[in-house]
Nanobody, 126 residues
Framework: VQLQASGGGLVQAGGSLRLSCATS????????LGWFRQAPGKEREFVAA??????????RYADSVEGRFTVSRDIAKNTVYLQMNSLKPEDTAAYYC??????????????????WGQGTQVTVSS
């Protein structure tokens, strides 16, 4: 599965952005897809995930983004979205999408992913 994240940019605090993760190759609906972010000097951290279709397309969010971010999947477009609302300066980071077939309970660890797309930069000004 090839992945390409896009949609990042510069936004003021309180604003919104929608990131896209376009996929190609094997049927990506067979994979869980995760969004992660990495700020300079920090470790890559979990943001959100959506399960494969056969698992009911469950979603999971980091506490820091719960209620502000929404992950969704468009099967017809082979694309997963991350809608980010009420953005804060601390959301500034490079955002990455990745896929995994690990058990759903472990989707929040970047170590369980080995297929990453290129990141897209999100910068939130105060």
């Amino acid at each position: 599965v090839q992945l390409q994240a896009s949609g990042g940019g510069l936004v003021q605090a309180g604003g919104s952005l929608r990131l896209s993760c376009a996929t190609s190759g094997r049927t990506f609906s067979n994979f869980h897809l995760g969004w992660f972010r990495q700020a300079p000097g920090k470790e890559r951290e979990f943001v959100a995930a959506i399960s494969r279709r056969s698992y009911g397309e469950s979603t999971r969010y980091a506490d820091s983004v719960e209620g502000r971010f929404t992950v969704s999947r468009d099967i017809a477009k082979n694309t997963v979205y991350l809608q980010m609302n009420s953005l804060k300066p601390e959301d500034t980071a490079a955002y990455y999408c990745a896929v995994t077939q690990i058990v759903w309970s472990n989707v929040d660890s970047p170590r369980n992913y080995n297929n990453w797309g290129q990141g897209t930069q999100v910068t939130v000004s105060s």
